[in-house]
């Protein structure tokens, strides 16, 4: 067992888990959406005997052990080691497509990505500045998403091809724009979300057909940019119904 927390808590670090091409999974319902999923698992842990009884293959440890091998201040009770995927890109029946551009909070990634998934956006594009998929703070905040969509990272002049190819109309949440309330998502659409920090930088806004922007009345300078994203799939999926 030794050699498994030695192993498993290395994977907390991207080198690693570019290395073995695995990644960590902590939380009894990520490890089951996993389980559930088409990702190859690694191996699995759990101090619930029970729930070991009732997924063959998993391995019983004890707290100590899930301590040694957890990133989490309070470890949870179940741990699995997957494969990472291969994306595929296939944007034919895809309305829309988030855009992240340079987006470095491994919260505001993973609750992107679960956002998605709720409103029915199954392709996220991300700069390769973005916060990896697999690091694993990104991979709780999906809350098991991850396993479901679709995520794809690559350089600004081959996502411009990608979308202008598959006839996407390319907007960019912005401080100045259209406002989102005015806006039609009637036609195929790629949404850019920028980072806090820098908002949408110029290697993208080369890309951009309109500047799109969410109204507020108050002091704040920006919304946090997985808010953004929610108020732009919102307003994406009610344009829809």
Request: aromatic share 10%; net charge negative.
């Amino acid at each position: 067992m030794k050699k498994d927390i030695k192993w498993v808590r290395s994977l907390q670090q991207k080198k690693f888990r570019n290395e073995s091409a695995c990644f960590v999974v902590e939380g009894r319902k990520g490890v089951e959406e996993g389980l559930k999923s088409d990702f190859r698992v690694h191996s699995f842990y759990t101090t619930d005997a029970d729930w070991a009884h009732a997924h063959p293959g998993a391995t019983n440890t004890t707290m100590r052990e899930m301590e040694q091998m957890s990133a989490l201040s309070t470890p949870s009770p179940y741990l699995a080691v997957f494969y990472q995927d291969e994306p595929k890109i296939d944007l034919h029946k895809e309305d829309a497509v988030i855009i992240l551009d340079g987006i470095a909070d491994p919260g505001n990634m993973g609750t992107i990505i679960r956002t998605a998934e709720w409103f029915g956006i199954a392709t996220i594009l991300c700069t390769p500045d973005c916060v990896e998929l697999y690091n694993p703070k990104v991979v709780q905040a999906t809350m098991g998403s991850v396993f479901r969509m679709n995520v794809i990272s690559m350089g600004e002049e081959q996502m411009s091809h990608l979308l202008k190819s598959h006839d996407y109309y390319i907007v960019a949440a912005d401080l100045k724009g259209t406002s989102i309330y005015r806006y039609d998502f009637k036609q195929k659409t790629a949404i850019i979300i920028g980072s806090e920090s820098h908002g949408v930088r110029p290697a993208m806004r080369s890309m951009v057909d309109e500047f799109i922007t969410i109204p507020g009345n108050g002091r704040a300078e920006s919304l946090n940019a997985s808010v953004a994203a929610t108020v732009f799939m919102s307003q994406w999926r009610m344009n829809r119904e």
